[in-house]
């Protein structure tokens, strides 16, 4: 089994990850508009892994999480802290990894084609800055590399706001 980020193929995820954390790394350098670095790692990352249906972010506005720029069909607007699984990342501070979405107690289903999912929350120190989202039609689309794959794209992400 190969991982692609079209054109390239890696032999593993983690090669997979480093590759897309260096083009992050790129893509966003100079720029600290938070609207704009995370439109373009959405659309970035839409275009390298393959076998999502969503992926985007979810910005917290004071109260609850509002969605921001993201690549897929239109979703759900706001969410409210603790609900879902963008709500949990959000209040227990720790990735969600979920490997059947109606498995999950509360799980909210912007679009059924949705059967795995990753939550990456997003801190600058006690500061909830949101959440990265990624949707899988596949059952157990994400595995732990994922989930280091992902946080290791989301500080670069953070990285790049200053
Ligand atoms: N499934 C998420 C909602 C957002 S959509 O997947 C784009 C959740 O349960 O929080």
Redesign the pocket.
């Known amino acids: 089994m190969t991982f692609a980020a079209a054109p390239i193929q890696f032999a593993n995820k983690a090669e997979l990850y480093a590759d897309l954390a260096e083009q992050a790394g790129g893509l966003l350098h100079g720029e600290r508009n938070p609207i704009a670095n995370a439109a373009n790692f959405a659309a970035l990352v839409w275009h390298a892994l393959p076998d999502l249906n969503?992926c985007?972010f979810?910005l917290y506005d004071g109260s609850e999480l509002v969605v921001g720029p993201?690549q897929?069909k239109p979703?759900?607007v706001r969410?409210a802290l603790g609900?879902?699984?963008?709500?949990?990342a959000a209040t227990t501070r720790q990735t969600q990894l979920v490997r059947d979405?109606n498995a999950?107690d509360?799980?909210?289903?912007?679009?059924r084609a949705?059967n795995s999912?990753i939550?990456v929350p997003l801190f600058d120190g006690d500061r909830l800055l949101g959440v990265w989202?990624v949707?899988s039609p596949t059952l157990a689309r994400f595995d732990d590399d994922d989930r280091v794959g992902m946080e290791r794209l989301c500080a670069v992400f953070m990285a790049s706001l200053g």
């Open positions: 969503w985007g979810y993201f897929g979703a759900c969410i609900k879902g699984v963008c709500g949990t979405v999950f509360g799980h909210i289903a912007c679009d949705s999912e939550v989202d949707d």
